[in-house]
Nanobody, 110 residues
């Protein structure tokens, strides 16, 4: 069955970096769109980035700071996050169609 498992979250200071991973199983990773979303406390879940083939998209607030990529051999999609800001604090999720991972917490604080 389809399974998505996120990892790589943690506590980081403003200006720091993290790399999130989304390990996929149960489908062919490179053929489908994978999206990264985030949800901060008290807010709605919002899209952050996506990758479809070689095409990537980003929400305006992360453009130039975040990069999404995939490793077909490892069946993993990554979200490289640089120059993190306190407003990036949220639980980050990856999604394939109607399937969601369990999320990984990112906290940006000094």
């Amino acid at each position: 069955q389809v399974q998505l498992v996120e990892s790589g979250g943690g506590l980081v200071r403003p200006g720091g970096s993290l790399r999130l991973s989304c390990a996929a199983s149960g489908f062919t990773l490179d053929k489908y769109t994978i999206g990264w979303f985030r949800q901060a406390p008290g807010k709605q879940r919002e899209p952050v980035a996506s990758i479809s083939g070689s095409t990537t998209t980003y929400t305006d607030s992360v453009k130039g700071r975040f990069a999404v990529s995939r490793d077909k051999s490892k069946k993993t999609v990554y979200l490289e996050m640089n120059n993190l800001k306190p407003e990036d604090t949220a639980t980050y999720y990856c999604r394939y169609n109607q399937y969601w991972g369990q999320g990984t917490q990112v906290t940006v604080s000094s």
